[in-house]
């Protein structure tokens, strides 16, 4: 069992940045592959980013890729999301989710451990 939490979502102007924290609990975070998500109303969930278990191996949705990094730092049970030259589209519940995986996984549906989400803002 695995439980997410996610931080650091708030409103921030076009052209900004925001770096999202999601901490795991238990002593496995290592044996998972994470993943970040997000759906804004009326959308469906949407893939943003994900990372492999090590943090060597990436996979980004086409929308984000080069202005979002994913990272994960499992010695502190986290993985990250840095958000850069954010625009309104990014505006969105942010999810990170925890699969037991060896590589990247993108498919939601793949995914068994899901935290709550952490709104992000942008405003033009």
């Known amino acids: 069992q695995v439980q997410l939490v996610e931080s650091g979502g708030g409103l921030v102007q076009a052209g900004g940045s925001l770096r999202l924290s999601c901490a795991a609990s238990g002593r496995t975070f290592s044996s998972y592959a994470m993943g970040w998500f997000r759906q804004a109303p009326g959308k469906e969930r949407e893939f943003v980013a994900g990372i492999n278990w090590s943090g060597g191996g990436t996979h980004y949705a086409d929308s984000v890729k080069g202005r979002f990094t994913i990272s994960r730092d499992n010695a502190k049970n986290t993985v990250y999301l840095q958000m850069n030259s954010l625009k309104p589209e990014d505006t969105a519940l942010y999810y990170c989710?925890?699969?037991?995986?060896?590589?990247?996984?993108?498919?939601?549906?793949?995914?068994?451990?899901w935290g709550q989400g952490t709104q992000v803002t942008v405003s033009s």
């Open positions: 989710a925890a699969d037991r995986a060896v590589g990247v996984v993108t498919s939601a549906g793949s995914y068994a451990y």
